[in-house]
């Protein structure tokens, strides 16, 4: 990407160019003529003036509201200081390259923050709404849930929807990061944001601009920076307390040394003043946050959202991670994968179960209900319905009591359950008039990536576990097959809650960390309760994605480890960043004191260690 300079680092620019040329001219001039003292000094406050006029004005308004100790301040009393004890051509020149300096500084800050406006850059600024037969052009903000809007190729989509006519392939990538095209026909949901590749669309809005999508995620994204990581929080500490401190000993280092050695006044002011402009936490200030910020832009352009620096920083150091099953590790489209039935026919013992299921809306009832309308069979209209939590159905079908739900359902109601559990899947018991029917096997096949995210995460080191609702051999088959550590099977909503509170107790240890990773309304409670909530955020429920720390937005549970590998990544750059500048600091304030390094060495320790520091991290924002 090519960076263009902005107006107000053109002027800067030609101001440092305008200052050297004065420099030069002042040089050329002292050293062909000899001048008076007041004179040489008239001569050098012209590049001095021109390149750092702003430095000195920003630090005597600073001083007026009682904020002394910034860079502004710092090297202004640096290099009036140089110049006061006869360091002319020293004192312009630091001054011009502190403001070189900070041009660079700004152009980079500039840069990553473009990269990420533009990776973010999904906002449709109008929408075509279908109106009494017409195309009406709007902004999507004023575009109601239920009207049909169209869209056309190579338009974003400026709403979330239903397509109703059309189909087309929709680019994906400014959401998901996923490079494929997803196709999509009528009867799709589809999301703001996305790019129509071919044909045109009409699509029935589902919720408002507001509440939209691509609205979310920039909402997301704008508001991260304001939760800070506790790196970030140390810097700003650190800076309160260590800039004063090292002003206090630039001013000894200026008065000490000459009533004690044989040391002259002026050269102990320069050390000093070395001092003082070393001693600038810019390089931190900045390049920390800068880090945080160039990590959250480049997570989001690999489909994953992370609400705040210091989720991140949570995220770098998780050892555990607890998947909800259903939706999350597996597709959460079941299937009927085995009838056994028991004193009945299969058939007979399907339309029970089908009957008593039909008035649910939960995946696996509607499982069984299209077996059931597969095969031909009647769906006879069932009274006095009854949905007993965590176990079944209880209703009344031609008179006679019919139970349908887990094994705990029907030893509760006294019948005896003939037959081994399922080894591959959930089993429906069911029961007609006190008489046991037999059981049907639901199955929901593993997510493509499931596997593969498993294996990544234990080579990370991070251990894996699985809660869910499910039977205890349909979530023990799944463990098996993904190679997850260990599963808890049979929970109910807030049995979830409190093994995921007994894990977080038992795994989270010293630095380690918890996440909970969930797709639906009652895993909401979870992911706020873990260390960091993770949320499976194109179509989960908006309760979970509201909940949630971390997003991801393609539905994949591979984001997962991108969302470690990009947070680990980040903290080290942070780490890089803050050892480099304050190893560099650290060396150069103590050449000062000895009077072994000039102000150029200072400036490089101040400028030049923040400019490589945010060069640094800027490698945040190419997550791989």
Known sequence: MKAKLTKKQKKMLIRIICAVVLLVIAEVVTHMVELPTAAQIGLFALPFACAGWDVVKKAVLHMGHGQLFDENFLMTVATVGAIAVGEYSEGAAVMIFYQTGELFQNIATTRSRKSVAELMDIRPDS???LREGERVTVHPSEVAVGELIEVRAGEKLPLDGIITEGESALDTAALTGES??????????????CVNLSGTLTIRTTKEFGESTVSKILGMVENAASKKARSE???TKFARYYTPIVVGAAVLLAVLPPLFSEMTFTDSVMRALNFLVVSCPCALVISVPMSFFGGIGGASRQGVLIKGGNYMETLADVGTVIFDKTGTLTEGRFSVTGIRSAGCTAEQLLETAAAAESGSN???ARSVVAAAEERGLELRPVTALTELAGMGISCELDGERVLVGNAALMVNNGISVSGAESAGGTVIHTALGGKYLGAVTISDSP????????????SMGIKTVILTGDSKSAGEAAARELGVDSVYAELLPQDKVAKAEELIKSEGKGKSRVAFVGDGINDAPVISRADVGIAMGAYGADAAIEAADVVLMDDKPSGVVRAVSISRRTLAIVRQNIVFAIGVKLIVLILSALGMANMWAAVFADVGVAVIAILNAMRALKAK
């Open 127 to 129: 929408a075509v709404v």
């Open 180 to 193: 494929l095209p997803r196709e999509v026909s009528v009867g799709s949901e589809v999301l703001s944001g």
């Open 233 to 235: 929080n140390f810097i």
């Open 362 to 364: 939960h995946p696996i």
């Open 447 to 458: 997510k493509s990536d499931s596997r593969e995210t498993i294996a990544k995460l234990k």
